[in-house]
């Protein structure tokens, strides 16, 4: 059985210091800081989350599952992305598992040096691409659709 997400004290400090650095336009990584807009209250909330990037497509990974910002984003269709100071509005197409799969897997490698998202992947490095699908189930992957680039970034749409 899966283990539901839940905010621990240690995941909360690494977020908020994550978060507090990409606002001041500090590169943290691929993070970025996400905004959307609850589907319930309206209001916006902003979190860091990872990028994927592939050929010039970027890709969001829920590495937590089915959590609040991906229902809201799923709601809302659109929200905003903010790296090195520069926010734009971005739109996001929810891939299916064949296609979120190889996505899922980059992610994975590229996350190995992050202990606390290994407890929430059922897979290894050394898993097929047929167990990412697996685990596509249960981490949605977005494809990140955007009319504005960075300044100096491509942004590649299907």
């Not at 989350?49 to 809302?76: H, K, M, P, Q, Y």
């Not at 897997?105 to 992947?121: A, D, R």
């Not at 167990?131 to 949605?140: R, S, T």
């Amino acid at each position: 059985m899966r283990q539901p997400f839940r905010m621990t004290g240690g995941l909360w400090m690494a977020s908020t210091i994550i978060g507090t650095l990409l606002r001041f336009g500090l590169p943290v990584g691929s993070s970025a800081l996400l905004s959307v807009r609850g589907r319930k209250s309206g209001k916006i909330s902003t979190i860091p989350i990872s990028l994927v990037e592939d050929s010039g497509t970027r890709f969001l990974v829920a590495a937590f599952g089915e959590v609040n910002w991906v229902r809201n984003l799923r709601a809302a269709g659109q929200a905003q992305l903010t790296r090195r100071r520069r926010t734009k509005a971005i739109g996001v197409v929810e891939l299916g598992t064949r296609e979120a799969a190889p996505v899922l897997q980059q992610f994975f490698k590229e996350s190995q040096n992050v202990s606390f998202i290994k407890p929430y992947f059922h897979v290894t490095l050394q898993s097929s691409l047929a167990d990412f699908e697996q685990e596509a189930l249960y981490h949605p992957v977005f494809r990140v659709v955007s009319k504005n680039a960075w300044e100096g970034e491509s942004t590649y749409q299907r």
